[in-house]
T-cell receptor
Framework: SQKIEQNSEALNIQEGKTATLTCNYTNYSPAYLQWYRQDPGRGPVFLLLIRENEKEKRKERLKVTFDTTLKQSLFHITASQPADSATYLCALDMFWTGANNLFFGTGTRLTVIP | KAGVTQTPRYLIKTRGQQVTLSCSPISGHRSVSWYQQTPGQGLQFLFEYFSETQRNKGNFPGRFSGRQFSNSRSEMNVSTLELGDSALYLC????????????FGPGTRLTVT
């Protein structure tokens, strides 16, 4: 079965630095990969989606890369701010099943220190 | 546009009881997916409904069931509750067609004692 690993359970960085989060998966390659942000006590919020034929996607201070050879996605937050502190989840599609559902990693809890 | 709503937000039940959770998707969305989130297992897919039909089901026992109504609202039911069912239950809505981000509700926190 598909397995997703996010590099670390927790990551602390200084304000202004770039945070890099890693998502590795095994087995089949998804058609697309998504990143979500989750704050305590709330549901996840969609951030970015990248397709298998896309190498990189950007949105404001966020950047996602997708390497199907390495079976890895990197998620970058540049010029990080304390407000970026949250848990970040990567999710792979199960689109091949014909349904619209996601297979989530366990998340990385990011803390940006002022 | 109103977001995804879930009721109730918090629930305390006793082992052996059953529970029904409700989810109202974003207007116009026809797909509703349900997830269970626990500290140990993270977010796990339960099932997805699209136009009142279950399209896919995750690896959960038959005690977990759901349904979707013609207005796209969805309910999930857990029968014969076990302590391990204590979790945050999240529903997410989307158009359900093609590549699609999902919009999550705030969740229902279920505690089984």
């Amino acid at each position: 079965s598909q397995k997703i690993e996010q590099n670390s359970e927790a990551l602390n960085i200084q304000e202004g630095k770039t945070a890099t989060l890693t998502c590795n998966y095994t087995n089949y390659s998804p058609a697309y990969l998504q990143w979500y942000r989750q704050d305590p006590g709330r549901g996840p919020v969609f951030l970015l989606l990248i397709r298998e034929n896309e190498k990189e996607k950007r949105k404001e201070r966020l950047k996602v890369t997708f390497d199907t050879t390495l079976k890895q996605s990197l998620f970058h937050i540049t010029a990080s701010q304390p407000a970026d502190s949250a848990t970040y989840l990567c999710a792979l599609d199960m689109f091949w099943t014909g349904a619209n559902n996601l297979f989530f990693g366990t998340g990385t809890r990011l803390t940006v220190i002022p | 546009k109103a977001g995804v709503t879930q009721t109730p937000r918090y629930l305390i039940k006793t082992r052996g009881q059953q529970v029904t959770l409700s989810c109202s998707p974003i207007s116009g969305h026809r797909s509703v997916s349900w997830y269970q989130q626990t500290p140990g297992q993270g977010l796990q897919f339960l099932f997805e409904y699209f136009s009142e039909t279950q399209r896919n089901k995750g690896n959960f026992p038959g005690r977990f069931s759901g349904r979707q109504f013609s207005n796209s609202r969805s309910e999930m039911n857990v029968s014969t509750l076990e302590l391990g069912d204590s979790a945050l239950y999240l529903c997410a809505s989307s158009t359900g067609q093609g590549v699609d981000e999902q919009y999550f509700g705030p969740g229902t926190r279920l505690t089984v004692t």
